[in-house]
């Protein structure tokens, strides 16, 4: 299925390609396979997840060029949510329209919602798995993905001195703050910095990837947002009902933390341990569980609403608790993508991105160290 279009006057573009030579769209089918095949076998992290899509749709697949993915990578970090969901979703979009979005999501989080799920269900029987020799294998094998990453991406993106600079400096900063809001830190400062050296350096004409998205979609899409962020707790309050509580608590985790990843779990589990909903050996031992699961730790949201005390728990639980936390990226990005695409007309914003794309390789480089390298070579 294709995705639908805009016209003329509505539709909005991300860069990429020139307009006349438009990537060839792409079925919502095709996105769902090729995610699954991700969701399957990404393990890592979430910046390793960037890794291995560079490789899968941009090395193999060319759904997109080094630089367009670069901006999806930029995009999703800005905004709040599991960082590397909110680039599939975006790819998807771009490939297919919003039904690719869904699949994107679809196929990249299932894998492990659903592992962890059936984890829920026999977590006293269980135990811990992240210790398993197969695990350490495929996380032995996350390292040369997220290395061969660093590299392509550096080669394009902080060849010359300053931006490598940039890139070292990340790193380091990175490593030594390692929350949601050191990301953060480190891409409004390198955007700043890249503003300050590169304005006055010739920036080649924007290409065009086209979004079929209309500003009117895009609109509605925010007014969703702060809607829900705002309507959910009053909602909460009024209802009194442990399905719309559930729901609020987890679109509240995925609107408020940026980075994604492990920066959520202290909201996650000051969210569902402190009112009694999940026991700490429970939360406990689905996030070990989430450790092993290839796809986005995220998906812990599945098993937490699974596992949860008060009805709706079980399958139900976890489906609301898994929709809620990944709503608000999905309302995010069909927002931010046509924005991004404005912001992209600008000289000085794109003076500011060679500071971010750079800024993203020193990320990269970063978690190649911790937690792909920490987590995955270690003493038998």
């Not at 979005?101 to 989080?109: E, H, R, V, Y």
């Not at 009694?276 to 098993?303: C, K, M, R």
């Amino acid at each position: 299925m294709t995705s639908q279009t805009a016209s003329p006057g509505d539709s909005l573009a991300i860069p990429g390609a020139p307009e006349d030579d438009a990537q060839p769209r792409g079925s919502a089918l095709e996105v769902l396979l090729v995610a699954t095949k991700l969701g399957l076998t990404s393990f890592g992290g979430p910046v390793a997840h960037l890794g291995y899509f560079r490789d899968e749709y941009v090395e193999r697949r060319k759904w997109l060029s080094e630089e367009a993915y670069a901006e999806v990578v930029a995009l999703s970090q800005a905004l709040p949510g599991p960082a590397s969901s909110q680039g599939g979703m975006s790819i998807g979009i771009i490939r297919a329209g919003i039904l690719g979005g869904i699949m994107a999501w679809l196929g990249f989080t299932l894998p492990s919602a659903l592992l962890l799920i059936g984890f829920a269900f026999g977590v006293k029987e269980i135990g811990n798995v992240a210790e398993s020799a197969w695990i350490h294998g495929l996380k032995l094998s996350a390292v040369a993905i997220v290395a061969f990453a660093v590299w392509g991406m550096a080669r394009n993106l902080a060849s010359d001195r300053q931006r490598a600079t940039i890139a070292v400096a990340a790193a380091v900063v990175a490593l030594g703050w390692q929350t949601g809001l050191g990301q953060i830190a480190i891409i409004v400062v390198a955007g700043l910095v890249g503003w300050r050296i590169f304005s006055k350096v010739a920036t080649p004409p924007a290409a065009h990837l086209r979004v079929q998205l209309g500003r009117k979609v895009a609109t509605a899409s925010w007014v969703a947002f702060f809607a829900l962020l705002f309507g959910l707790p009053v909602a909460a309050a009024v209802a009194d009902t442990q399905g719309v509580d559930l729901f609020d608590e987890f679109f509240r985790a995925g609107s408020l933390v940026f980075g994604g990843g492990h920066v959520v779990l202290p909201l996650l589990e000051r969210g569902v341990v402190a009112p009694g909903w999940v026991t700490q050996d429970e939360f406990l031992a689905g996030y070990g569980a989430a450790q092993a699961v290839p796809g986005p730790l995220f998906t812990l949201s599945a098993y937490l609403g699974a596992v949860s005390g008060p009805e709706p728990n079980g399958v139900a639980g976890a489906s609301i608790a898994l929709v809620a936390i990944f709503l608000p990226s999905f309302l995010l990005i069909i927002g931010g993508l046509p924005l991004w695409s404005l912001l992209m007309r600008s000289p000085a914003f794109q003076a500011s991105l060679r500071g971010i794309n750079a800024a993203v390789v020193g990320l990269l480089l970063a978690a190649l160290y911790d937690p792909v390298w920490v987590s995955a070579v270690h003493a038998a």
